[in-house]
């Protein structure tokens, strides 16, 4: 029988500072001190990158950073993704275990690269046209089934940056063109408001609802008023969440899957899903599931 040790875990929150860490990462550092593993939650914004050959690379607070066997990184950021998370890089190049990692987070919070990269290994998703100029308009619009269409900006979370469009002229108000692109994808009329919300840590699903939007909202997002409610998925479902999470090679991730008349898509990918609502409606320790395989990975790693 293999005795797992006591593991230094670090929990990486990009929330402001004004702000306390989210439910989930208090969660996450309370199960983990459960456990009886040393674990601390981690300010993006504290840490600066040195580079001078000599110095240590990562100052935190104004001390070196120490390091811990495993960092779970929760990457609440929708604006310049890429220089936000460089931290996560550096720490990866520093050789630290990552829980997610840079390139796997870059690819679910670009929507651009998830359909990319989903596309590209046969997983079904709504239909999807990627805008770079106003004459391509109409042409989007028909190849993904006319009206209704879903607008949705590259990058986004939460709802933010997606919307139903009714019509020509007020697609054409919407677009500012203020983005390099837009996403223009196909509405699901058989959801009627409705996906679901699938869990995969490990290459398992381990919890997974259906969420239904708010009176006069076609979002279901939690964030949005939605709400979540326990759902039974078929092996179709179950076997699409965890492919998507592997093509884009997270350790853990949430999968947005809506049921539409052909079978499920896949809407989204996502880095550092809530898990809150999920755990209220089945009552799975979604937290403990993360940090025990967190745990096992880093004592594989420690071994090597």
Do not use: C
Not at 39 to 63: C, E, N
Not at 284 to 303: C, L, N, P, Q, S
């Amino acid at each position: 029988m293999t005795i797992i040790q006591s593991m230094k875990i670090g929990i990486l929150s990009y929330r402001s500072l004004g702000r306390i860490a989210s439910a989930e990462e208090l969660q996450l550092q309370n199960v983990a001190r459960s456990l009886g593993h040393k674990t601390r939650i981690f300010r993006a914004s504290k840490f600066h990158m040195v580079y001078d050959r000599q110095s240590p690379w990562l100052i935190y607070d104004g001390k070196p950073f120490d390091k811990y066997d495993v960092i779970i990184t929760r990457p609440s950021i929708l604006k310049n993704v890429d220089l936000h998370i460089a931290l996560i890089e550096q720490m990866e190049i520093m050789g630290m275990l990552l829980f997610n990692r840079y390139e796997s987070i870059l690819k679910a919070k670009n929507k651009i690269k998830t359909m990319q990269v989903l596309d590209h290994y046969g997983i079904p998703i709504p239909k999807t046209v990627v805008l770079q100029r106003q004459d391509d308009l109409k042409r989007a619009v028909n190849f993904v089934g006319g009206f209704p269409v879903i607008l949705k900006q590259p990058f986004g979370s939460f709802g933010n940056g997606v919307v139903i469009v009714e019509s020509m002229r007020a697609l054409n108000s919407l677009l500012t063109w203020d983005q390099p692109m837009y996403l223009l994808q196909q509405y699901v009329k058989y959801s009627k408001g409705k996906d679901m919300r699938i869990f995969v840590v490990n290459g398992k699903v381990v919890g997974s609802m259906m969420r239904s939007a708010k009176k006069g909202e076609f979002r279901s997002t939690i964030e949005l008023g939605g709400t979540g409610t326990t759902v039974e998925i078929t092996e179709e479902e179950q076997a699409i969440a965890i492919r998507s999470v592997q093509a884009l090679d997270l350790s853990y991730g949430g999968v947005d899957v809506m049921r539409s008349s052909s079978g499920p898509v896949v809407l989204e990918v996502n880095s550092n899903p809530g898990f809150k609502e999920l755990e209220k409606a089945t009552g799975v320790d979604i937290a403990k599931t993360i940090i025990g395989y967190a745990v096992e990975t880093a004592e594989r790693h420690r071994r090597q």
